[in-house]
């Protein structure tokens, strides 16, 4: 009992490594100690070494199930790994343990944040808060919710409160920096992330965060030197399902590499980072990999990891998911023998009331024509809608992805005043879903599948199109072919496409 309150002691004074050294004999030298074990416990988590202490609060429990610290130990640890139903179970046993201990109502509200039930955490929090005001889980996990709900400047005020509450939780000063970039407040924002690796040395986000900070402002150097440092602590990786993505995971490690031309660098880090249950990694890959299969299988697997990386901000990173609509247009002109435009408009955004729900529209117009003189006239117009995914709880372990493109070409060919051919249409659809299985939310079970066709397009009256002809060649049955100089010309003839002259 003493080495075990000693060591307590050193670890509130910051002197982990004596305490760690006071620890570990005294837990060899009694294995039964139930408290000793719990002081090694809090150090290890303190150190970043989350898997021991896990497995150190786990061997209280089993030993001792009436031990509502080994209970929330467990919970915790399983909340920041956002192994979200053990840490559910864990948390409810020790609140039914022990109701008024300080911080187990604030991080089971925190749960209620990571699992995307919003009116739950808020409920949840106004509970935490009435019961213990300076509860600093519950004030972090409270700015947390303010962040995901874009409100930047309460959830500041949030974090500053758990950070005098408790100037060494490493969460606070993570999600601090946070609110600081989201305030504009850059140099606040790196001072808090850096404050944030110092308490927590083995936690790579600090670093990806910075690195975000970096590659926004085109610090390309910075952002890289913050890529390799959140690379070489990738082993002791808690979670990433906070950090904001866009649809080309852009909160990759690779990223600062990618933006220097360095391919080949970009992706030996992706690949050395690669999570395979992180839909940064699957959507930074598909974007270096060629069209084909593997491209397509990256893609679709971050869109299921993540759906609501289609509302991402077409500007900065929010680094943490944020409510947001963003739209751009974009027009593409030219003329010379062939005159061509192309207009472009895209809209996409990110709704979060009760559940987050993410969109993304694309849609196109293009147009041509040959300008030379007496060489017919060649028009297509095209019109591409793409529909967004939806992500939409509870359960909070199931995500839905669904892609349904559809395009619509029509090319007409009045070559020499005798031959117009309609082009063919495409439409299709790809949905799937993800569901991350209880006890292993680092290996969700996947299923995506999908059906693309191509059709003519209708005919309405497919025998009154046969009795449309020309002076050229009354039967109405063209044959289109090709020169030496690439220009077509019409041949009547038993192949092509009869097509009234009005279409």
């Not at 990618?258 to 999570?275: C, D, I, K, T």
């Not at 003189?373 to 909070?396: F, M, T, Y």
């Amino acid at each position: 009992m003493a080495a075990a309150l000693q060591g307590r002691a050193l670890a509130v004074a910051g002197r982990l490594d004596e305490a760690r050294a006071l620890l570990l004999p005294e837990v060899a030298r009694h294995p039964g100690e139930v408290e000793v074990a719990l002081a090694l416990a809090d150090v290890a988590r303190l150190q970043g070494n989350a898997d021991e202490a896990l497995r150190l609060f786990a061997d209280v429990a089993a030993a001792r199930p009436g031990s509502h610290e080994a209970w929330f130990g467990v919970g915790r640890i399983a909340n920041e790994k956002e192994d979200l139903k053990p840490a559910r179970g864990a948390l409810d046993t020790a609140i039914r343990l022990a109701p008024d201990a300080p911080g187990y109502h604030g991080e089971l509200a925190t749960l209620e944040v990571l699992s995307g039930d919003y009116a739950a955490a808020r409920s949840a929090f106004d509970e935490a808060l009435r019961r213990q005001p300076d509860d600093y889980l519950a004030w972090t996990g409270l700015g947390i919710l303010q962040l995901k709900m874009g409100q930047s400047e309460a959830a500041l005020e949030s974090f500053l409160k758990a950070g005098v509450l408790e100037p060494r939780f490493a969460r606070a000063q993570l999600y601090t920096g946070v609110a600081y970039y989201r305030l504009e407040n850059t140099p606040r924002a790196i001072e808090a992330l850096n404050k944030a690796a110092e308490l927590d040395p083995k936690d790579p986000l600090p670093y990806v965060m910075l690195g975000l900070i970096h590659g926004d402002a085109l610090e390309l150097r910075a952002a890289t030197d913050a890529a390799r440092a959140a690379q070489e602590r990738m082993p002791n990786l808690k979670s990433l399902n906070q950090v904001a993505n866009n649809q080309k995971g852009s909160a990759n490690v690779g990223s600062a590499l990618a933006a220097q031309g360095m391919e080949e660098w970009a992706r030996a880090y992706a690949s050395s980072s690669y999570n395979p249950y992180w839909a940064g990694s699957a959507l930074f890959l598909a974007y270096r990999n060629p069209d084909g299969f593997n491209k397509n299988t990256e893609l679709y697997k971050g869109f299921l990891l993540d759906p609501t990386v289609f509302g991402a901000s077409n500007r900065n990173s929010s680094m943490v998911q944020t409510p947001g609509h963003y739209g751009s247009v974009a027009y593409i002109g030219s003329r010379s023998d062939f005159s061509q435009q192309t207009i472009q408009g895209k809209a996409n955004g990110l709704h979060e009331r009760e559940h987050p729900l993410a969109y993304s529209v694309t849609a196109e117009y293009a147009d041509g024509h040959d300008t030379r003189p007496a060489q017919g006239l060649l028009r297509g117009a095209r019109h591409q809608s793409d529909g967004g995914p939806r992500r939409q709880g509870p359960p909070h372990e199931l995500g839905v992805f669904c892609s349904a493109p559809s395009k619509m070409s029509r090319q007409l060919f009045p070559i020499r005043r005798c031959c117009r051919m309609p082009a063919p249409q495409g439409q299709g659809h790809s949905p799937g879903r993800r569901y991350r299985l209880p006890g292993r939310p680092d290996q969700p079970d996947m299923v995506q599948g999908g059906r693309r066709y191509a059709k003519d397009p209708p005919r309405r009256n497919a025998d009154r199109r046969r009795q449309y002809g020309s002076p050229e060649c009354p039967s109405g049955i063209y044959n289109v072919i090709g020169s030496a100089s690439g220009s077509q010309r019409c041949r009547c003839g038993s192949v092509g496409r009869p097509v009234p002259p009005q279409l």
